[in-house]
């Protein structure tokens, strides 16, 4: 499974970014997708994942700002980020979860600075 990611930005505070990714490769099902990201000096955290079923997790700190979504048809995952704040700043990574192993995307950095 391979999976590319598109929406790396620089963007104020307060203002919005829409990430997505997409998997490709041979693969029978993936069962969650989602996003992880790496602040400087931080370990990796959770953002928000979304199952083949559509139940989703947020970490706190995103809840009511971010959304995730996926189209299951198109393997792909998007996060909506608005109300972006500088602490949001990190390398976000894309996950998915098949029944046999996890992937990582490359990661794209978010960088909210005015």
């Known amino acids: 499974v391979q999976l590319v990611e598109f929406g790396v930005g620089l963007v104020q505070p307060g203002g919005s970014l829409i990430l997505s990714c997409a998997a490709s490769?041979?693969?029978?099902?993936?069962?969650?997708m989602g996003w992880y990201r790496q602040a400087p000096g931080k370990e990796r955290e959770l953002v928000a994942l979304?199952?083949?079923?559509?139940?989703?997790n947020y970490a706190e700190s995103v809840k009511e700002r971010f959304t995730i979504s996926r189209d299951n048809a198109n393997n792909t995952v998007y996060l909506q980020m608005n109300s972006l704040k500088p602490e949001d700043t990190a390398v976000y990574y894309c996950?998915?979860?098949?029944?046999?192993?996890?992937?990582w995307g490359q990661g794209t950095q978010v960088t909210v600075s005015s």
């Open positions: 996950y998915a979860a098949t029944p046999l192993r996890s992937y």
């Open positions: 979304i199952s083949s079923g559509a139940d989703i």
């Open positions: 490769g041979r693969f029978f099902s993936i069962r969650a």
